[in-house]
């Protein structure tokens, strides 16, 4: 009788078991909701809005610094970080939703928004502290649009080459000094790059330039277009023999020394030289961080110079990073003062030496403390020597819609199977075509 | 009439199949046990390993770099790079410009392993005090989950989830009904304005939805990302209950009826119970969503503690670099459950599908 009780109040107990669990599933997600939505005003005068990218913990670490320091130092101001793994996506979306931060921090292809974004001319010019000489000239004048200054730069990455100097002493090959030129970087590249076991697949690449290097290559001899945008100027002679050197060192004669692009998408640039697969490898400062854990030694080397016609060119990419001021903030002195705080000399300092940025500020780039940190790379001063010749990457508001029509031809160049692979002549030709009418859509829209 | 393939052929077939599709899984757990720099550039390895070198009674780890071989042709010296051996036996084959040749191996050159961002200098070692061992790196999990925050955005992501599905679950099976037995002016007409709703890509609606939720100040919070269930807005759901309701006779609800259950009791004492695959075909569905869902969170989402677990991957995953042994190793721990549910769940789903889906 007592079993048959017992296995009753059982069953009752396993039939109530799933509503039981639903219910509590039910409190516990309600409550956590609860709490997510629960909104504390600051008692604060003001509160910043402040975009940040989370695109490494270690960059979450440094936007979340400069928020607490900020509040730490101005107890009437609270900065709301906005934290997103996709600044600008995030962005498009608030502007178009007109709940725009008060402050952003963008990177390349910042152009795109530059119509969002505050002119800070006039604090500039009225800011006796803050000296546009201070920073490197190359990125003072990155973040102008249309001679307009809309952000105040940070950090200014350029493009250099990593190599491995293990594998460079392997091959008994002398590292690259500073004024080196394409020739004995090719030279270099092919002592490099090995097929160990001899069974036609190349287990060493000597070098690995990325596409990303592309429009720099265009640079080495002026610019994309002429300084107002309206003239495509990408078709050069340098460029031309340039993106032919390019093409060659994949598809050359003389056998390749750089891998595909498509076998570089299929195992990754950066993995490839991290695993010593690549000896020298094309990247900005974004790289250092992850290199700094590879146990082979490495040091880095401005691109090299460019021979053409008996004169040198060189050129590399700037990838800079700043702080802008949205048109829509309610607070546009205090957005400034903040974005102006950041930018400044004490907190590139504290970004630098804690290996988030290279400084854009002289002061900070040439200080001992940066160039002689003791970590790796030793020849830090190949970043900051490049900014004297480094331009940026995507440097006008429709650059999305420019590289979507460069891409295939790149591709087509680059990638394309050996019938259809066009010349680096035929290439430059139809992406300035493309270019020059994009150029023409735009600024007939704006003179419009 | 055509002879079936053997069991066993099939069974070879289908295992190999499955290895093939299991292969990224493995790599995936591979690669979230590996040391710095063992990423997948190195071509396909297995096995998280590391160099370890033994001296002075103890072992340090080291990066082997390359050997001095004593060629045995012709007995000459030579050092060469660690890609030139064949393999690490003490006699191997070497790969030399030349040719190749048979060697012995005298010593490696090694780098002891630093882990303060510097480089230590190289030495040579004996043959025998270096070896290869197989070193899973466990702490890349807890490194991992602890640099994304784990815990919070799990919170986050379980609430979202389960509010979402439950709510998806009881208002398209709802609607579902209505479509299914209620026969009122329109009907078809709303269900292909209904159905039309799925052929609308997300992002057309993304600004104006946005733009909504702005004006219910809901930006930064979770509501948006399960509150819309509510209002039976899965189409596909609804379309899943509708058909699997129609497969069932009307008698159903005349003898519910006769009895004096009103139409809500109909729907939640016999159709409802009824639908169980269907359930449990759009549970599985709903919860995958809403666990992957990264646009939603992304968009809505601004303060880290408010961060689902997707949002916390991309920590891992930057502009430019990926960290690849953390990326796999909470990718691996935030897919657990998504996997688990269908392996367990497999028999509803494909259930329900097959009932509501061929009986059109």
Request: neutral net charge; glycine residues 6%.
């Given at each position: 009788m007592a079993t048959g009780t017992a296995k009753s109040v059982l069953r009752r107990l396993s039939s109530a078991l799933p509503t039981v669990l639903l219910a509590c599933g039910l409190v516990l997600s309600l409550i956590q909701v609860a709490r997510t939505t629960a909104r504390e005003a600051p008692d604060r005068r003001v509160t910043l809005d402040f975009l940040w990218p989370t695109y490494t913990p270690q960059k979450v670490r440094y936007g979340e610094h400069l928020a607490e320091r900020y509040m730490e130092l101005h107890p009437d101001v609270h900065v709301n970080l906005i934290l997103t793994p996709n600044p600008y996506r995030k962005l498009q979306v608030m502007v178009a939703g007109r709940t725009t931060p008060d402050v952003v921090w963008l990177g390349v292809g910042w152009h795109q928004f530059a119509e969002a974004l505050l002119p800070l001319d006039t604090w500039v010019e009225r800011d006796p502290a803050l000296r546009p000489g201070d920073y490197f000239p190359g990125l003072w004048e990155a973040v102008k649009w249309r001679g307009s200054v809309r952000a105040l730069p940070s950090s200014g990455q350029t493009g250099v080459i990593y190599y491995n100097k293990d594998l460079f002493d392997e091959a008994g090959l002398e590292y690259p000094a500073p004024d080196w030129t394409w020739d004995d970087m090719v030279r270099m590249a092919r002592a490099l790059t090995r097929d160990f076991d001899g069974d036609g697949i190349i287990d060493q690449y000597g070098l690995q330039l990325g596409q990303i290097y592309i429009v720099p290559f265009f640079l080495y001899d002026g610019q994309v277009a002429d300084p107002d945008w309206r003239e495509a100027r990408l078709d050069t002679p340098v460029s031309r023999a340039l993106l032919q050197r390019y093409q060659a060192l994949m598809y050359g004669d003389d056998g390749s020394v750089m891998p595909t692009p498509t076998a570089s998408a299929e195992l990754g640039m950066l993995p490839m030289f991290e695993a010593g697969r690549t000896a020298m490898h094309a990247a900005s400062g974004y790289a250092i961080e992850t290199f700094r854990t590879v146990q082979f030694d490495w040091d880095i080397v401005s691109l090299p110079r460019f021979e053409f016609e008996g004169q040198y060119y060189r050129a590399t990419g700037l990838w800079e990073e700043e702080f802008a001021v949205l048109w829509d903030t309610d607070a546009p002195e205090d957005a400034w003062e903040f974005a102006r705080w950041c930018a400044g000399e004490e907190q590139i300092r504290w970004a630098a030496l804690n290996g988030?940025?290279?400084?854009?500020?002289?002061?900070?780039?040439?200080?001992?403390?940066?160039?002689?940190?003791?970590?790796?790379?030793?020849?830090?001063?190949?970043?900051?020597?490049?900014?004297?010749?480094?331009?940026?990457?995507?440097?006008?508001?429709?650059?999305?819609?420019?590289?979507?029509?460069?891409?295939?031809?790149?591709?087509?160049?680059?990638?394309?199977?050996?019938?259809?692979?066009?010349?680096?002549?035929?290439?430059?030709?139809?992406?300035?075509?493309?270019?020059?009418?994009?150029?023409?859509?735009?600024?007939?829209?704006?003179?419009? | 009439m055509s002879k079936p393939l053997s069991p066993i052929l099939a069974h070879a077939v289908l295992l190999a199949a499955t290895a093939v599709m299991l292969l990224p899984l493995a790599w995936m757990v591979s690669t979230s046990l590996k040391q710095s720099g063992l990423g997948m550039a190195r071509g396909i390895e297995w096995l998280p390993w590391k160099d370890v070198c033994y001296e002075d009674g103890g072992t340090i780890d080291v990066v082997t770099l390359g050997a001095r071989v004593h060629l045995l042709p012709d007995g000459k010296t030579i050092e060469v790079g660690l890609k030139s051996l064949a393999s690490r036996s003490k006699v191997t084959a070497v790969h030399v410009p030349e040719g190749t040749f048979e060697a012995e191996v005298i010593a490696y050159r090694v780098r002891p392993v630093t882990h303060d961002e510097r480089t230590a200098e190289a030495r040579w070692a004996p043959w025998a005090s270096v070896q290869r061992r197989i070193a899973p790196r466990w702490r890349n999990y807890t490194e991992a989950l602890t640099k994304m925050r784990f815990w919070a955005?799990?919170?986050?992501?379980?609430?979202?989830?389960?509010?979402?599905?439950?709510?998806?679950?009881?208002?398209?099976?709802?609607?579902?009904y209505g479509f299914a037995r209620f026969r009122f002016p329109g009907r078809g007409f709303l269900f292909l304005v209904l159905l039309s709703t799925m052929m609308l890509p997300p992002i057309v609606t993304m600004i104006p939805v946005y733009l909504l939720f702005r004006e219910l100040h809901w930006i930064d919070t979770l509501l948006p990302l399960f509150v819309p269930s509510w209002f039976g807005i899965n189409a596909f759901a609804v379309f899943l209950f509708r058909q699997y309701y129609m497969t069932l006779p009307f008698d159903l609800d005349?003898?519910?009826?006769?009895?004096?259950?009103?139409?809500?009791?109909?729907?939640?004492?016999?159709?409802?119970?009824?639908?169980?695959?269907?359930?449990?075909?759009?549970?599985?569905?709903?919860?995958?969503?809403?666990?992957?869902?990264?646009?939603?969170?992304?968009?809505?989402?601004?303060?880290?503690?408010?961060?689902?677990?997707?949002?916390g991957l991309y920590m891992f995953k930057g502009a430019y670099t990926t960290q690849w042994r953390y990326l796999m190793a909470a990718t691996l721990v935030v897919s657990l459950p998504c996997m688990l549910l269908f392996l367990f769940g497999q028999r509803f789903f494909v259930r329900g599908v097959v009932l509501s889906g061929l009986k059109v």
């Open positions: 988030h940025i290279v400084p854009g500020h002289k002061a900070v780039a040439f200080s001992d403390a940066y160039l002689r940190s003791g970590k790796r790379p030793e020849n830090m001063r190949a970043f900051i020597d490049s900014q004297a010749f480094g331009v940026p990457i995507y440097p006008h508001p429709w650059w999305p819609r420019i590289s979507a029509e460069f891409d295939p031809i790149i591709n087509q160049c680059l990638i394309g199977s050996e019938g259809k692979r066009i010349t680096a002549q035929a290439a430059l030709a139809q992406m300035h075509h493309a270019l020059q009418a994009v150029l023409d859509e735009y600024n007939a829209e704006k003179d419009r | 955005c799990l919170a986050n992501t379980l609430a979202v989830t389960f509010l979402g599905t439950l709510g998806t679950i009881l208002s398209s099976s709802l609607v579902g005349d003898a519910a009826r006769i009895d004096g259950c009103t139409a809500l009791g109909i729907y939640t004492r016999i159709l409802l119970p009824l639908a169980r695959p269907v359930v449990a075909t759009v549970g599985i569905f709903c919860f995958t969503h809403y666990w992957l869902d990264f646009m939603g969170p992304l968009i809505y989402l601004n303060t880290i503690e408010k961060f689902t677990l997707m949002l």
